[in-house]
Every structure is written in structure tokens, then in C-alpha cells.
């Protein structure tokens, strides 16, 4: 099993920024990718960004790109989604989610079907 454990969710003013972390633990090795979603009330959960983790190759959904950043870091098992200009339709719950099961193809990073771990998911509000 891998436990997921996000942080750095808040509320912050449209055009601010914040930076999410999500620490991996248990059996992390093999881990192939992890990435973040979100769900707003009353909407489907989307995809956000996800990045493979052995190569660091990254994916974003389109209207992310540009704003958010997705990083790891393999030593401390973490990954990171920094989060720039932000507005209140980004106001949702974002969640971490990895996988151990390779991937392969773009848009099975952008299914969260394909993810077996997921954390518990981190507030974000934007206010206008």
C-alpha cells in the first residue's frame, strides 16, 4: 500500500499563488506516476497535472498549463503542484493520487481510474 498525505491548501486572493505537497510513504518503489486532481461542489473530479516518475516527464490539463507547475522530488518521495495566478474557478479540493502500474499513454496520466492511491485531498478557495 501507499498512503498519500497532502498539505499546503488555503484561501488565497484571485492572482495569488500557493504550492500543494503531497508526501508519498509505504511502498513507494516502483512508484510510476503520481499526480493531482481536483473537484469543485457539484462538478466531476479533472485532471490537473501529472508527472512520470522516473523520467519527470510532465502533463497538464490545458487550462492549467502555464499556471501550474508540476515538480518531484524522488529523495523526499514528494510531489509538488505549484499554483500561480490563481482564480476563483480553481477554488476545489485537490487531490494526490499515484500509480505503481505503468501508465504509458497521455491520457491514461489524465484518468484517475488508472490511480490505485489516493490522499485525502486539501482545500483550496480563491476569492474574488
Known amino acids: 500500500q501507499v498512503q498519500l498525505v497532502e498539505s499546503g491548501g488555503g484561501l488565497v486572493q484571485a492572482g495569488g499563488s500557493l504550492r500543494l505537497s503531497c508526501a508519498a510513504s509505504?511502498?513507494?518503489?516502483?512508484?510510476?506516476?503520481m499526480g493531482w486532481f481536483r473537484q469543485a461542489p457539484g462538478k466531476e473530479r479533472e485532471f490537473v497535472a501529472a508527472?512520470?516518475?522516473?523520467?519527470?516527464?510532465?502533463y497538464y490539463a490545458d487550462s492549467m498549463r502555464g499556471r501550474f507547475t508540476i515538480s518531484r522530488d524522488n529523495a523526499k518521495n514528494t510531489v509538488y503542484l505549484q499554483m500561480n495566478s490563481l482564480k476563483p474557478e480553481d477554488t476545489a479540493v485537490y487531490y494526490c493520487?499515484?500509480?505503481?502500474?505503468?501508465?504509458?499513454?497521455?491520457?491514461?496520466?489524465?484518468?484517475?481510474?488508472?490511480?490505485?492511491?489516493w490522499g485525502q485531498g486539501t482545500q483550496v478557495t480563491v476569492s474574488s
Open positions: 493520487a499515484a500509480s505503481r502500474a505503468p501508465l504509458y499513454y497521455r491520457g491514461n496520466y489524465q484518468d484517475s481510474t488508472k490511480y490505485a492511491y
Open positions: 509505504g511502498r513507494t518503489f516502483n512508484m510510476y506516476a
Open positions: 508527472v512520470n516518475w522516473s523520467s519527470g516527464t510532465t
